[in-house]
């Protein structure tokens, strides 16, 4: 089971980016997949996940401007982040879970498997 983030970069304050995760030894419409990210100094924070059966949860903080989906036939779950702001400096990481349960999935320990994160770095 392999996960391979991608899509981050250096981008200006209020622009786009969409952040890709491509799964590989298994399929994402099996799994639960979400995004983290860590930022320097800080402990890694939930974002978002997406569950086999396409409902989605965001954090509160991140409702409006991340918007996590997939595509099953590119096994491929992505991360639209709109309206950038500095303190979305980051390395993102998605995560994959066969088992996670709505209750704990803000929880990064409830995720078996990491992809090695994309960094993404906003400019003000």
């Known amino acids: 089971v392999q996960l391979q983030a991608s899509g981050g970069g250096l981008v200006q304050a209020g622009g786009s980016l969409r952040l890709s995760c491509t799964a590989s030894?298994?399929?994402?419409?099996?799994?639960?997949v979400g995004w983290f990210r860590q930022a320097p100094g800080k402990e890694r924070e939930f974002v978002a996940t997406?569950?086999?059966?396409?409902?989605?949860y965001y954090a509160d903080s991140e409702k409006g401007r991340f918007t996590i989906s997939k595509d099953n036939a590119k096994n491929t779950v992505y991360l639209q982040i709109d309206n950038l702001k500095s303190e979305d400096t980051a390395v993102y990481y998605c995560?994959?879970?066969?088992?996670?349960?709505?209750?704990?999935?803000?929880?990064?320990?409830?995720?078996?498997?990491w992809g090695l994160g994309t960094q993404v770095t906003v400019s003000s």
């Open positions: 997406i569950f086999r059966g396409q409902r989605t």
């Open positions: 030894g298994f399929t994402v419409s099996r799994y639960t």
């Open positions: 995560a994959a879970s066969a088992r996670l349960i709505a209750s704990s999935l803000r929880l990064k320990d409830q995720y078996e498997y």
